[in-house]
């Protein structure tokens, strides 16, 4: 019988340099666009619902050039919010791998999530404390582990931010590619881990963080249930919590940048 194969197929490939550099992309970018550069602004917020590009410009957000793969606006505050490059790991970490390179030292990362559990319902806020790695890519950047966890100190100010505006819970997000290929007994396991949320992108987006060295948080408002399985629904609810996540990752990221010892 053949042993299970790992994964990534090529053991250890976390360690070794990449050919590829997404500096290739921000200087192809500076050459059509020369003020392409993010290193003045105070952080980028990952935004996987257009609403919440349309939320940013109601609220002032001025649009950026086409600088990475996605949508760019950018707030008053000085955050960049990026919508409108799609959904999953690979489309985040991504788009994230060209906001660092193109100067972007902190980020925010909001969303909708599933919960794991009874207790929590659509537009309950959750700030991820760690994310399960269920899905590919944050297996090519770090090595071998069962969760990977956000910066602390952003963390804490994202979590201050949204006390501000009330209740919200944390703890641990479970991200998976295989959105259509969850099952009871996985929502069963995880639940008891301390999962709260079932997630797409955290653990990619916290895994590449992680390996260019910035800092990212994440959060996400409830939409739906795996615990009861009740399907996503477009609440009001839901969307006043990701309208509650905008401001306050606007806010952290300001606040947090104008703390930090780096800033320009």
């Known amino acids: 019988m053949s042993s299970p194969l790992s994964f990534p197929l090529y053991t250890g490939k976390h360690a070794l340099p990449a050919l590829t550099d997404p500096a290739e992309h921000a200087a ?3 050459r059509r666009h020369p003020g392409a550069d993010l290193t003045g602004t105070a952080g980028a917020i990952l935004a996987y619902q257009r609403s919440l590009a349309t939320e940013a410009v109601r609220r002032g957000a001025q649009p950026l ?3 990475v793969s996605g949508d760019l606006h950018l707030t008053h505050d000085n955050v960049v919010v990026c919508s ?5 790991a690979p489309a985040a970490g991504l788009v994230l791998e060209q ?7 902190a980020v ?4 909708t999530a599933a919960t794991l559990h009874r207790g929590l319902k659509p537009g309950d806020l959750v700030i991820c404390e760690e994310a399960l790695r269920d899905e590919g890519l944050s297996h090519h950047y770090l090595a071998p582990a069962r969760y990977v966890a956000p910066d602390v100190a952003l963390t804490a100010r994202l979590a201050a931010e949204l006390a501000t505006q009330g209740a919200h819970h944390r703890g641990r997000t479970w991200s998976t590619d295989a959105l259509y290929r969850e099952t009871a007994a996985e929502v069963s396991r995880y639940s008891a881990e301390g999962i709260l949320t079932a997630d797409m992108e955290a653990a990619g987006v916290l895994a590449v963080a992680q390996h260019r060295q910035v800092p990212v948080a994440a959060a996400f408002t409830i939409a739906d249930s795996l615990a009861q399985r009740t399907p996503r629904a477009d609440t009001p609810q839901t969307a006043e919590g990701l309208g509650a996540l905008l401001h306050a990752a606007a806010r952290a990221l300001a606040k947090f940048h104008d703390d930090s010892p780096h800033r320009s």
């Open 65 to 67: 050039g086409r600088w």
């Open 28 to 30: 192809y970018v500076r």
């Open 99 to 105: 906001l660092i390179a193109l100067g972007a030292r």
């Open 108 to 111: 925010i990362t909001v969303g």
């Open 84 to 88: 409108g490059f799609g959904r999953g």
